[in-house]
């Protein structure tokens, strides 16, 4: 089994910066893809970053130019430094790995920007 466990959430004005950590422990053969994803009250859980083993990154649109995903393999954890927050970015942010086709989750981080 794979575990994640994120951190890093929580209250930011908008322009400000959050950065997210989510640490992966457990069966670690095989992982490809880890990513974000969010959820918002009310909407669908959309994809925020992914990054693959490689290092190939891919964003949403609503990103692009303000999150950077990062991983440190050698540590097991993906980052998501997320810049120039806005308030509807708020939502909570789960982790995610892809491990032999099948999706790994963590428990999601609330991230709410407002003044």
């Known amino acids: 089994q794979v575990q994640l466990v994120e951190s890093g959430g929580g209250l930011v004005q908008p322009g400000g910066s959050l950065r997210l950590s989510c640490a992966v422990s457990?069966?670690?053969?095989?992982?490809?893809?880890m990513g974000w994803y969010r959820q918002a009250p009310g909407s669908q859980r959309e994809l925020v970053a992914a990054i693959s083993s490689g290092g190939s990154t891919n964003y949403a649109d609503f990103v692009k130019g303000r999150f950077t995903i990062s991983r440190d393999n050698a540590r097991n954890t993906v980052y998501l430094q997320m810049n120039s927050l806005k308030p509807e970015d708020t939502a909570v942010y789960y982790c995610y790995v892809d491990r032999l086709a099948y999706d790994y989750w963590g428990q999601g981080t609330q991230v709410t920007v407002s003044s």
């Open positions: 457990g069966s670690l053969f095989g992982i490809n893809t």
